[in-house]
Each structure stands twice: as C-alpha cells, then as structure tokens.
C-alpha cells in the first residue's frame, strides 16, 4: 500500500491510485436510479460524493450489485436538509438512509481517525480498545483507512466517474484475497464483528483470509461477548441468511467464532454425534432454498442449531425422574434463556422456533384426528423439514419422515390406509366420544 505522511508524522495515509473511467469496468448502468439521484444531488450542491464498499466490490467482480452506499464529504444534517425523503440512524454511528419507494440508499459522512481531536464530534473508546461511538467527520483519506478490508475501499466518483483505490483494492480482489486495512489485532479490538465480516467475505466471494488477518481471530474470539445480542442477531442473519450459509458456518467453527454466537449448539456438538450433521443439513437445505428462490425463515434454522441442545437437557431431565412433554419444555426455556445472553432472538422467530420443538413431538402421535390437526397447524411444513433432517442426521431412525411424505401427498383413500397402519379407525373420523354427565347434586 503506497502511503504518505504529514508535516507532524502521524500515521501514513494512503496515496489513492486513480483509476479513469477507461480502465475499469464500472458504469453508470450498474448503479440504480435511486444512487444516481443522491449522488448527482450532492455533487451539485458542492460535496463530495463517491459510491463505496461493497456495490463497487461486486461490480469489480461482475456482479450486479444489490446495495448502494454513498460516502459523501456533507454531514448527515446536511444530508438530510438536501433529502426530504430521509431520517437519521443511529448513535453509535450517526448515518443517512435516503428511501425511494422500497429502495433505501445508506449514506455515511466520511469518518476521520477516532484519536482526533474533531471540533464537538465525538468518538468514544473502551479500555480494552472497542470503540463504543464513532462520529469524528474527517476527509476521503481518512475515511479509507477507517474502512475495515481493502476490497471495501474503492470510491467510485459521480465527478469524473474515476476510481480511487486506497489500499491496492484492486490487486486484492483479482487474486480473491481479504485483507483488513491497519494492524488486524486493533482492528478487532475496535470493533469484534469485523470478525464475523471477515468470514461472512470469505464464504459469499470465495477468498481466502490473509495470514495477518486471521491469525488473530483464534485468540481474540471472546471479544464478541462484549457485543450486545441484539446486534448480533442481526449479524447471525448476514451470516446464515444469504446463500451461503453451509461454508459460513464451517469457516466460524474453524475459527472458534460459532461457539461465540451459540455456545450451547457448540457443546452439544462436542457430545451429541449427530449434531453436527444436522446443523450442516439445515444450512445446505436453506441455502438450497434460496438458490431456487424459496422462502426461508430464520426460526428453522435456528430450531435446527438449538434443538441437539434441546435433546440433551430433555435427557438429563428425564433421568432426574421429570416426565417426557415437561421435560421437553423445560429443556426449551432453559436452551433459549442461556442463548438470550449471546443472540437475541425476538418473538416473531423465537415462537415459531418453539412450534417447530413442540411439533416434533405431534408428529410421531397419528391417531384418529391428530393427523389432520397437525398437518394444518401453520408450522407442520418446517418442523416436517426439521424431522427429515432428524432422520438423515441419524438422531432417529427412518420411516416416519417417509409417513408423512405419503400422507401429504396421498388423496383420501391413501391416508386412510397410512393411518389403519397406526392403528387408527379411519370410520371414525367423525365420531366423537360422549363425556358421561356428572349427576347434579341434590339442593334443599
């Protein structure tokens, strides 16, 4: 990385390679409508403004890119005064979201270095280095170096429609290498989920991690336990959530960073020898899913990374003398409160998440109605998905899964041959068995 240092030696600052529109593949007709609007806006009020991170990384790559962020030389006050459409976010770091319709494009002030002294700015530290409020305004440069990897440090100008590449970005995404930016170790310190960045890069572009930037992931893994679990479930959901899912998951466990986010699914995979094999299973299933362009929801995965979890505290209940089905729920609410301390989970994944635990229960019970009942219950087709994988994990044996494909699928007379099978009257269906009366009691 070519640098530069000032009059009073502070650290170097990157020389920029400008890069012209004739030498790089980025045009106009890869950026949506929506950026072009923000970016010609600001331009013309007298700002800087550059597309950066990931949109320019993917274009590099010949991707169509999803996202759009700005980096821009105005101040989110000034942004939003130039942008009715807008509203502020956030403390931690102040930014812009500009909406158009369903189409929101992130716009961030360019940050300086957090020691700086920045007028009434703030940035704020914690002892062990995390940085805990980052709102230091700064110039292009020092927002380059503030970037977290390389590949994420290409700004592409609406001035000139050049590309200004701090940190040999370029080099970098043509031999598929991610590199932090700056001493990797302070880096990590300044902010844990750069961590979980590193490998979500890893698996969704196919690079590999430089060996100065993952060296310290090993060791310093346990500063994602200082992360609030709410913004890490936000985090788990780049991570599981984008297609990608399976290498993901193998690159966190190699790292030490699974255990991290769900401890309890981590040890249960050190005594269960299924686990591991089911957590697999459930992520190649999702990321299959989305591949075909199916819905995926996060409470089936999550249902499938806790639920060896789950097993084994039933089992330990159970020994102690506690019958099956409040074992099963007593095993549930302690899993999930343990995992409330590392990754939040809300409700509206948490209850579903519970449905699909409770219904593998109702799935192995098919007599008379319950069948029927439990086919319509709104969960019955992930915790079916789940039972499968139970099956293929080798937690249970074969047969039941292959009951409920044919039921599914078969028409009347088949199901009620599946169900004379368990022992089941399919003539009495409609019947209903008469509650004998209590007599009433005798009043003087």
Known sequence: MKSRHDEDGKPSLPAPRIIPRAEHPISRQHISDAALKVLYRLDGAGF????????????????????????????????????????????????VHVRFGREIIEVTTFRGQPQDEHADHIARQSDAGLLLRDNVWGSIEEDALRRDFTVNALYYSIADFSLHDFADGVHDIETRTLRLIGDPETRYREDPVRMLRAVRFAAKLDFLLDEASETPIYELAPLLLQIPPARLFDEVLKLFMAGHGLMTFRLLSHYDLFGMLFPEAEEAMADVDWAEELIEAALANTDRRMAEGRPVTPAFLLAAFLWPAVVQRKAALEQEGMPGVPATHTAAQQVVSRQLQHVSIPKR????????????????????????????????????????????????????????????????????????????????????????????????
């Open 48 to 95: 800087e403004a550059y597309l950066v991170g990931g949109c320019i990384r993917d274009a590099m790559l010949g991707k169509m890119p999803k996202d759009f962020d700005v980096a821009t030389s105005a101040t989110p006050e000034q942004v939003r005064d130039l942008f009715r459409n807008s509203r502020l976010i956030g403390r931690r770091f102040r930014i």
């Open 349 to 444: 994944f948490g209850m579903p998440m519970r449905d699909i635990w409770d219904l593998q229960e109702r799935l192995t019970r098919r007599q008379g109605k319950r069948a029927f009942q439990t086919r319509e219950h709104p969960r019955f087709r992930a915790a079916y998905d789940l039972l499968l994988l139970r099956e293929q994990a080798g937690e249970i044996p074969s047969g039941l899964g292959e009951w409920w494909t044919a039921f599914q699928q078969g028409d009347e007379h088949e199901q009620r041959r599946l169900l004379s099978k368990v022992g089941s009257d399919p003539a009495s269906q409609g019947k209903r068995r008469k509650r004998r009366r209590k007599p009433r009691k005798k009043t003087e």
